[in-house]
């Protein structure tokens, strides 16, 4: 157990649909990342929240898009599904340090929210 | 940009056989390294990771990971495997001072008892 849940487990969508994907953090930690896990790939890295606001962001379109409250929890938001997007959606939480100062400590991974697209 | 590669795609060992996984990654700066594993139905865990100071860093069950700056390399080692090792694993980097990690493919071990 790594203290970082993520709801819900599975869920299907129809093509066009919105999506939101939960993510509570673990106990202490500022920052959270996103990640899409395609089948037989590594996880890609959407984008990162630290102390509620976006410091960083990969190669996706602007229908995805973030969240993260006053409590560290977050989600994730991904509109006009389209059938690639199907995958498994991995949130990390870390404890962020300062930028510029060694980068951030090890993250802490949720067991994803396995989204299928029909 | 960043890129990490990892060389074996999938992997078959006997029990007790010797393992490495290769790993490099692509980056000009000073850079943060880990592998994380992911078992079978469960999350992505990390198994070691190395920041600074001595390369050879050791891990949880026996794994150990040696960086070679001059190869940009991590590769992951384990003297005698078990069937308990059946997992992915994944080769990640993050840049100091940096956002993000970025991941390799994984390669898929798979341990013959």
């Known amino acids: 157990e790594t203290g970082v849940t993520q709801s819900p487990t599975h869920l299907i969508k129809t093509r066009g649909q919105q999506v939101t994907l939960r993510c509570s953090s673990q106990s202490g930690h500022n920052t959270v990342s996103w990640y899409q896990q395609a089948l037989g790939q590594g996880p890609q890295f959407i984008f990162q929240y630290y102390r509620e606001e976006e410091n960083g962001r990969g190669n996706f379109p602007p229908r995805f898009s973030g969240l993260q409250f006053p409590n560290y929890s977050s989600e994730l938001n991904v509109n006009a599904l389209e059938l690639d997007d199907s995958a498994l959606y991995l949130c990390?939480?870390?404890?962020?340090?300062?930028?510029?100062?060694?980068?951030?400590?090890?993250?802490?991974f949720g067991q994803g929210t396995r989204l299928t697209v029909v | 940009a960043q890129s990490v590669s990892q060389h074996n795609h999938h992997v078959i060992l006997s029990e007790a056989a010797s393992l490495e996984l290769g790993c490099n990654y692509s980056?000009?700066?000073?850079?943060?390294l880990f592998w994380y594993v992911q078992y079978p139905g469960q999350h992505l865990q990390l198994l070691l990771k190395?920041?600074?100071?001595?390369?050879l860093v050791k891990g949880i069950k026996g794994f150990e990971a040696e960086f070679i700056k001059s190869k940009f390399s991590f590769n992951l080692r384990k003297p005698s495997v078990q069937w308990s090792d059946t997992a992915e694993y994944f080769c990640a980097v993050n840049a100091k001072g940096g956002f993000k990690t970025i991941f390799g493919a994984g390669t898929r071990l798979f341990v013959k008892a």
């Open positions: 990390a939480s870390s404890l962020g340090l300062v930028l510029g100062r060694g980068g951030y400590t090890e993250a802490f």
């Open positions: 190395y920041f600074s100071g001595d390369p």
């Open positions: 980056y000009g700066g000073t850079v943060n």
